[in-house]
């Protein structure tokens, strides 16, 4: 796929959607980081429904260590791995006030150190709380990007390394939130919805349907 293909399917995505956002919950950076810890092999369904309460009664690292982590499962119970996420959540809460303060760093580094949070997470982080250009890469990301052709690679990393390179900086911050609600709601995984997709004259995809 060549470099003006690319564009013209950006903006359109664009146009479709000028201010694009992640679809959990949040009003804080510590919030989001909490929800994107939990929503691992998760729907953002499913982690909204257990946070809304959750953070209603604790939404700072101080709060939520103060649960613990059997009173923590219980507002988490319903989300897949809540037994593991649930302690990773205790122990970042504890490095955070440790360490930072009681404030999500703003490094890559830093945030992975955190228990639970790996390179998807902080790329989620460092972009929708702080506004970086980086580009987390899902299952849907990772489908969409294939599948398009827009930055076909084998493995997770290799299609971030390749999105990085090949997507225009004007839209670099919102593309990972695109590439996420397509393959969310159009270009699913068993049958994409090719003939209401917005990109589809420009989707290289050989196996179209109507």
């Not at 691992?40 to 959750?54: E, F």
């Not at 949070?117 to 709380?129: D, E, F, I, S």
């Not at 980086?134 to 990007?145: G, L």
Request: net charge positive; glycine share 4%; charged share 25%.
């Amino acid at each position: 796929m060549n470099k003006d293909i690319r564009h013209a399917i950006f903006s359109r995505l664009r146009d479709d959607n000028p201010n694009p956002t992640t679809e959990l919950n949040y009003s804080s950076p510590f919030e989001l980081l909490i929800a994107v810890l939990l929503s691992a092999q998760a729907t953002d369904v499913s982690v909204n429904k257990a946070t809304g309460p959750l953070f209603k009664v604790a939404n700072t690292p101080e709060a939520i260590y103060a649960l613990g982590v059997n009173r923590l499962k219980t507002y988490i119970k319903n989300i897949g791995l809540f037994n593991t996420k649930a302690a990773n959540a205790i122990k970042t809460c504890k490095a955070l006030m440790d360490q930072h303060d009681s404030q999500v760093p703003e490094e890559r580094a830093a945030l992975e150190a955190l228990p639970g949070v790996g390179r998807k997470t902080a790329n989620v982080v460092l972009n929708t709380a702080f506004g970086h250009p980086t580009i987390a890469v899902d299952t849907h990301i990772f489908r969409v990007s294939n599948r398009t052709r827009i930055a076909p690679g084998k493995t997770v990393r290799e299609v971030e390394d390749r999105l990085v390179r090949v997507v225009p900086e004007e839209f670099k911050v919102d593309v990972h939130h695109w590439l996420i609600l397509h393959g969310r709601y159009v270009c699913l995984a068993r049958k994409p919805r090719c003939g209401s997709c917005r990109i589809e004259d420009l989707c290289e995809f050989k196996d179209k349907i109507e």
